[in-house]
Structures are given as structure tokens and as C-alpha cells.
């Protein structure tokens, strides 16, 4: 088991280090920048058909962005969620079908 458990420990960093490297997390800040670019953008637009005035607008701006950050957060989460089951459904497949030969 000892030795099942250093490989699976092993396996498991390496899975988390290849998906954090320095260009994910270069992707992943553009990719922050444009959806809140678009968040604040879309609050512009629809403060200044409201006629909001310029500290209901910022409000709005700020409240937009924030949303926006909330549902990047969560999207993420569940990303981690899913390739986690995913690498430790085929981690422990790999043991079963090692253990059985």
C-alpha cells in the first residue's frame, strides 16, 4: 500500500503542477481581464440608458464586476471538482487492473 500511495501522491503533483504552469496562468488572467472588461462594458452601456447617475453607475459597475469574479471563482471550483474525480477514477482504475494481473 506504501508504494501505492507514493504513486498515487506522485501522480497527483504532477497533474496539479502541469495544470498550473506559467502559461495557464497566463490564459487565465487574460481570460479574467476580458470577462470583467465585458462585465464593467455591459454596466456602462446599461447606466447610461437607465440614466443612472455617475455614483449609481459606479454601484452598478463595481456590483457587476464582483458578479463576474464570483462566477469565474465557481466555474473553476467545479473544473478542479471534475479533474480531480476524473485523474482519481483513472488513477484507481490503473491500481485495480495492476492488482488483478
Given at each position: 500500500m506504501s508504494i501505492a500511495g507514493d504513486i498515487?501522491?506522485?501522480v497527483v503533483r504532477d497533474m496539479v503542477g502541469d495544470a498550473m504552469n506559467a502559461e495557464a496562468k497566463t490564459m487565465k488572467k487574460s481570460y479574467e481581464e476580458r470577462k470583467v472588461g465585458e462585465a464593467t462594458s455591459e454596466a456602462n452601456k446599461l447606466a447610461k440608458e437607465?440614466?443612472?447617475?455617475?455614483?449609481e453607475a459606479e454601484e452598478e459597475i463595481s456590483r457587476s464586476e464582483e458578479a463576474s469574479r464570483e462566477e469565474m471563482a465557481n466555474s473553476q471550483k467545479k473544473a478542479i471538482t471534475f479533474f480531480t474525480i476524473v485523474g482519481l477514477s483513472?488513477?484507481?482504475l490503473l491500481w485495480i487492473s495492476t492488482i488483478s494481473q
Open positions: 498515487l501522491g506522485s437607465g440614466g443612472l447617475s455617475a455614483d483513472f488513477i484507481a
